[in-house]
């Protein structure tokens, strides 16, 4: 069965799923809000809106744009893992991993022809590797 949830001016049916999500959102919101010692009204100044809207957002009755979260996060002074309940990552040491996707999202942003390319230069390398 679908619930009824207000976006902005507009409702619409979500599943119980999502649903118990925003509501959980709203418990961390409102639970981060408090630990920062933050009014809702602070708070709600801070993402530029209403503070019923806001309260809304605590209560799981409205749902949180997508556009407002980096800002809330940075407002609660979390990550936006940490936002969404997701276990706080430890920031590694830069090392192989971080620094090959660096180089993997570089040669994504290149036009098609120039990472065909790569792909032969990385190929021939790893096989002249497995020799």
């Excluded at 619409?12 to 509501?23: K, S, W």
């Excluded at 809000?33 to 009204?41: D, E, F």
């Excluded at 936002?83 to 996707?101: I, V, Y």
């Amino acid at each position: 069965m679908a619930t009824i949830i207000r976006t902005g001016t507009h409702t619409v049916a979500i599943t119980q799923d999502e649903r118990d999500f925003f509501i959980e959102l709203g418990s961390r919101i409102a639970a981060m809000r408090k630990g920062n010692h933050l009014t809702q009204v602070q708070l709600a100044e801070t993402l530029g809106v209403a503070q019923p809207t806001l309260n809304a957002y605590e209560l799981g009755q409205r749902r949180v744009p997508v556009s407002a979260l980096p800002l809330l996060a940075k407002a609660l002074g979390v990550s936006l893992e940490e936002l969404m309940g997701e276990p706080a990552t430890k920031a590694s040491k830069r090392g192989p991993a971080p620094k090959l996707a660096q180089y993997m999202e570089r040669i994504s942003q290149l036009p098609k022809p120039q990472q065909r390319f790569v792909m032969q230069v990385i190929e021939s390398v790893l096989a002249q590797q497995g020799r």
